[in-house]
T-cell receptor, first 114, second 112 residues
Framework: DAGVIQSPRHEVTEMGQEVTLRCKPISGHDYLFWYRQTMMRGLELLIYFNNNVPIDDSGMPEDRFSAKMPNASFSTLKIQPSEPRDSAVYFC????????????FGQGTRLTVV | KQEVTQIPAALSVPEGENLVLNCSFTDSAIYNLQWFRQDPGKGLTSLLLIQSSQREQTSGRLNASLDKSSGRSTLYIAASQPGDSATYLCAVRNTGFQKLVFGTGTRLLVSP
């Protein structure tokens, strides 16, 4: 398996624009996580899905953020409208639906909102 | 609320030294703990996973220990090499939850 795949790797956008980040989890993994990493706050969980269903979205900062998982092999994180303070690295991770398994991370999307 | 702390925040050592990175957590009701490595501008690479029932895990020159009752884990790196230079993150998964709570990381620099 190629691991967790995220796209794009880098995104630069202007304030107010819509941004969509994409993630393909490892095949067979039932959990998918979206994390955000900043210098100030480190790694924070935004939302996670189990079998394509959102389980915990308490980390989503505002209504401007939304995430979907239409099928087992694809998820999106959308920011609309984007703001400079959204600039961060966004990571997607996946794990199997068995207790005690590792979480595997993608390479991340570095988002810069100017 | 689970809080994870890593000390030191940064560490610089000469090549060949053995070193220990520390991770502490406030809620001992964890299911497991995972150590990751992050290279600059890269994603997270899983190094070791320790279940709550285990005391330690080893992979090559790496050894991770877990003392759940005291809320501590250590990552021991033997015979450090310049290629070990990276940020090391620990993360815990609380019992009954799937999400990982991360520490702030230790930035390691191993000089030749």
């Amino acid at each position: 398996d190629a691991g967790v795949i995220q796209s794009p790797r880098h995104e630069v956008t202007e304030m107010g624009q819509e941004v969509t980040l994409r993630c393909k989890p490892i095949s067979g993994h039932d959990y998918l996580f979206w994390y955000r990493q900043t210098m100030m706050r480190g790694l924070e969980l935004l939302i996670y899905f189990n079998n394509n269903v959102p389980i915990d979205d308490s980390g989503m900062p505002e209504d401007r953020f939304s995430a979907k998982m239409p099928n087992a092999s694809f998820s999106t994180l959308k920011i609309q409208p984007s703001e400079p303070r959204d600039s961060a690295v966004y990571f997607c991770a996946s794990s199997q639906d068995t207790r005690g398994t590792e979480a595997f991370f993608g390479q991340g999307t570095r988002l810069t909102v100017v | 609320k689970q809080e994870v702390t890593q000390i030191p925040a940064a560490l610089s050592v000469p090549e060949g030294e053995n070193l220990v990175l520390n991770c502490s957590f406030t809620d001992s009701a964890i299911y497991n703990l995972q150590w990751f490595r992050q290279d600059p501008g890269k994603g997270l690479t899983s190094l070791l996973l320790i279940q709550s029932s285990q005391r330690e895990q080893t992979s090559g020159r790496l050894n991770a220990s877990l003392d759940k009752s005291s809320g501590r884990s250590t990552l021991y790196i033997a015979a450090s090499q310049p290629g070990d230079s990276a940020t090391y993150l620990c993360a815990v998964r609380n019992t009954g939850f799937q999400k990982l709570v991360f520490g702030t990381g230790t930035r390691l620099l191993v000089s030749p």
